[in-house]
Structure formats: C-alpha cells, structure tokens
T-cell receptor, first 112, second 114 residues
C-alpha cells in the first residue's frame, strides 16, 4: 500500500532556530517527492520537488533532502521566522499514476 | 497569473441536502484535480480531469458525488444527498500537461454537514 509517514506530528521552536522535519514513504514505483507548506485556511503551496536522481534541493531557507534507497526525505528550515508557522506536507508521486500520495503533515509553530 | 479559485470558501448544510462546490483552474491548465481532507486524516485524491474528460475517478467515495467539467474550463463537485462523513476540506488543483509541472492548489472549500 502506498503510504507517506511524517514526523514529528507537531513541533514548537523559537524564532531564529533551525528545525528538521522527516518523511518516510513506501510509494512504488516512485516518481518524485514534493514538500508543501500549508497555512491555515489556505491550500498547499509547493516548496520543493525532487526526482529520483536528486539528493538535495533548496528554496531560500528551506532545504529538502531525498534518499531514494532508504525512501526517506527531510525538510530543513534555517533561521525560522514567525511566518514559517504552518503545516508542512510531504507528498509523493507514483510513476505512471495520477494521484499524489499525501502525508498527514507536521504542524510547525514558531514562537517569539 | 490568477491562481486556482474555489467557491464557496465555507459551506454548512444539513444532512440530506445538496451542495455544489466550484473550482476555476488556472487558464491553460488542462489537468484539474479534486482532493479532500477529512478531519485528522491526510489529503486524499478524488478524481482527475484532463480537459473535459474524467481521466481517473478512482478516489470518488460513492455515487453521491458527481463531478463535471463541461467545456474543459471550470469544474463542479456536487454532493447529493450529503452525509455527516462528507464533512471536510475539498481542494482543487490544476496543472499543465507534462512531467515536472507542479500542481497549484486552491484555498479549498470547508464543508460541514450537520
């Protein structure tokens, strides 16, 4: 069964600190992995997208890594800001199949 | 470029009533998707349109749900009759055709069935 598991479920950090969110997946055959940021009351917004051959991709203070062998990904946020408070969702695409497979997300709260 | 627009943003209806959700994709995006997030669960796929044709509707929960995309532009998702378990946030997304194109999501419609 295609599944995406994320940890932690929620996280609280102080403004300015770094954090790392984890994603494990059992999707096969793998096409690509995406990280989305979802603010409350809004739709998911894409942060990064990585294919099988990519190990890391950055988008400003966000850096995603992918280990296709162990089927793990991480999202590292550097120098967190209050506006980073949101749900971060790991999404995996199955090759040859349309539906994206979503994780439940990690709820990040950045406090002053 | 205007984003994906969904209407209404919120809807509260009684069990047994009918509700129609609308999605306007980004102009030129042939692919339109409906997804749903039920409380406490992950976002799950409902169906996929390519232009006006249903490419994949394997995620539709039952025949109380009817999606249309007449003319290949906007799409509607009708729930009739609504049940309590239909409550959740319904997201629409669109994309261009081709590998590597990202999805753009709308802000969603929060449906509450009471």
């Amino acid at each position: 069964k295609n599944q995406v598991e994320q940890s932690p479920q929620s996280l609280i950090i102080l403004e300015g600190k770094n954090c790392t969110l984890q994603c494990n997946y059992t999707v096969s055959p793998f096409s690509n992995l995406r990280w989305y940021k979802q603010d409350t009351g809004r739709g998911p917004v894409s942060l990064t997208i990585m294919t099988f051959s990519e190990n890391t991709k950055s988008n400003g203070r966000y850096t995603a890594t992918l280990d296709a062998d162990t089927k793990q990904s991480s999202l590292h946020i550097t120098a967190s800001q209050l506006s980073d408070s949101a749900s971060y969702i790991c999404v995996v695409s199955v090759r040859g199949n349309t539906p994206l497979v979503f994780g439940k997300g990690t709820r990040l709260s950045v406090i002053a | 470029e205007a984003g994906v627009t969904q209407f209404p943003s919120h809807s509260v209806i009684e069990k047994g009533q009918t509700v129609t959700l609308r999605c306007d994709p980004i102009s030129g995006h042939d692919n339109l998707y409906w997804y749903r997030r039920v409380m406490g669960k992950e976002i799950k796929f409902l169906l996929h349109f390519v232009k006006e044709s249903k490419q994949d509707e394997s995620g539709m929960p039952n025949n109380r749900f009817l999606a249309e995309r007449t003319g290949g532009t906007y799409s509607t998702l009708k729930v009739q009759p609504a049940e309590l378990e239909d409550s959740g946030v319904y997201f629409c997304a669109s994309s261009r055709t081709g590998a590597g194109y990202g999805y753009t999501f709308g802000s969603g419609t929060r449906l509450t069935v009471v």
